[in-house]
């Protein structure tokens, strides 16, 4: 069974390169989403749901077509105020992962801070691509885990299912 790819665009702008761009909901693709999945739908009864942070298309859409591929339902978000938005919405949400840079005011390991804070039972995965060390264990706490650009699929997938697991 293949997952479903949702996006999270409720009515809000952000800038990127310069260019502003605005996306609004399409009103007949969110209600049959939320009919194929409702909000509250148990593990059981569904796909797990992973939300996927990123910022560049081409990685989100690669990274949400390993885990739609794998199984799951996946929610995109390109900034951490729209992934905050996603999960305030959809509290389905079982396993977060995202890139370290990205726009706006919050990188990817404060996304992960807020998110553990707010919703522990959401395992989180930090990917980057970046020349960075490694984030030290007090920047990941227990339910997180790292991945290097470019990550291998079948790692990636199986660490969100050992999360969820957890």
Not at 65 to 87: H, K, P, T, W, Y
Not at 118 to 141: F, T
């Amino acid at each position: 069974m293949q997952g479903a790819k949702t996006r999270c665009r409720p009515a809000a702008s952000f800038c990127a390169r310069g260019n502003s761009v605005k996306y609004k909901y399409d009103e007949v693709r969110a209600r049959a989403l939320s009919n194929a999945f409702p909000i509250g739908s148990s593990l059981s009864r569904g796909p797990a749901t992973v939300l996927i942070v990123e910022d560049e298309a081409l990685v989100r859409i690669s990274g949400a077509g390993m885990f739609a591929d794998a199984g799951f339902r996946v929610i995109e978000a390109v900034d951490s105020n729209e992934a905050l938005e996603c999960l305030v919405m959809d509290s389905e949400v079982h396993v977060l992962f995202t890139d370290v840079n990205l726009p706006g005011i919050s990188d990817g390991l404060a996304l992960a801070r807020q998110v553990r804070s707010r919703w522990p039972h959401i395992g989180i995965i930090v990917a980057s691509g970046h020349s960075m060390p490694r984030p030290r264990p007090h920047e990941l706490r227990a339910g997180c885990g790292f991945h290097r650009k470019p990550y291998d699929a079948g790692s990636v997938v199986r660490h969100a299912r050992e999360l969820m697991a957890a």
